[in-house]
């Protein structure tokens, strides 16, 4: 009995270890988590990607026309390879009127300890030839145990244009509106480059500048085999770190996997999947 009481109490004082730990790096409150196994495999490299659902978390412009109107996006993450930072993930979009696009998602991290939720409306769509525009409305809650709830609403925006035969630009600004929960989250600069190389294979950079830290780079690129089998990598400079992953898809579904060490920390894997129908 005293054994179990031992390892609880150890148990609870690392968890609080790693919650200080996480205070003060990148993975704060309501910061960019890992949710896409794609785009963290191709080291979150997303800003002028072309994608489907999973975009909303990223670039709220991320659009792509297709005969689908639905589709469904789902993905589970231990940060660390440690269960008490699991994040879950789920949304659903539908086309509408003039291939204007609407979404809802929903995201929960931690546990009864320390516990994020996210529930986002995306709108999204294209607005002139080749240039398309989307925006996130997000209501954010923050639960910390023997302490108060809190809660505010952020809002990010983004847009895309494709150029030049085969190559992308995106940007984005995240919490653009300076929601302040216990402090004001930080608004987070993105922008970047894509090309489809030749077809199958992607190339992308994106350049990221978070409020009160160092500019961020990430490189990414995407292999596809026989249409079948995705191969990704990706490299970003802060802090710095090699990324991979792998996806499948077999329409209408596709199922991807990532991985990334943390130079402290160890490794965290992503299983995401997606449908349109």
């Not at 023997?146 to 984005?172: E, T």
């Not at 996997?257 to 160890?266: D, K, M, R, T």
């Amino acid at each position: 009995m005293g054994t179990i009481i031992l390892i609880k109490f150890m148990k609870n004082i690392f968890w609080i270890i790693i919650l200080l730990f996480l205070s003060h790096s990148a993975f704060s409150a309501f910061e960019e988590k890992p949710i896409s196994a794609r785009f963290t495999g191709m080291g979150e490299t997303f800003s002028a990607l072309q994608g489907g659902i999973e975009g909303i978390y990223y670039n709220p412009a991320m659009f792509e026309i297709k005969e689908e109107k639905n589709a469904i996006f789902s993905s589970y993450t231990e940060l660390f390879g440690i269960k008490e930072l699991k994040n879950n993930v789920f949304a659903y979009s539908r086309t509408f009127f003039l291939d204007n696009k609407i979404g809802f998602g929903i995201q929960k991290f931690g546990n009864g300890l320390y516990y994020e939720e996210e529930r986002l409306l995306n709108l999204s769509g294209r607005f002139a030839d080749k240039l398309d525009f989307g925006i996130n409305i997000k209501a954010m809650d923050l639960k910390i145990e023997s302490l108060d709830k809190y809660s505010a609403f952020g809002m990010d925006a983004g847009m895309q244009y494709a150029f030049y035969r085969n190559y992308r630009f995106g940007c984005s600004v995240k919490n653009f509106n300076r929601p302040k929960i216990i402090d004001d989250l930080p608004v987070v600069y993105r922008a970047g480059l894509s090309c489809n190389i030749i077809e199958g294979i992607i190339l992308a950079f994106d350049w990221e500048k978070e409020e009160n830290f160092e500019n961020n780079f990430h490189l990414g690129q995407e292999i596809c085999l026989n249409k079948l089998i995705l191969i990704r990598a990706g490299y970003e400079t802060k802090p710095g770190r090699f990324s991979g992953g792998l996806g499948i898809k077999i329409k209408p579904v596709r199922i991807d996997y990532s991985i990334f060490a943390h130079p402290v920390l160890g490794e965290t894997q992503v299983f995401s999947f997606i449908m349109d129908w």
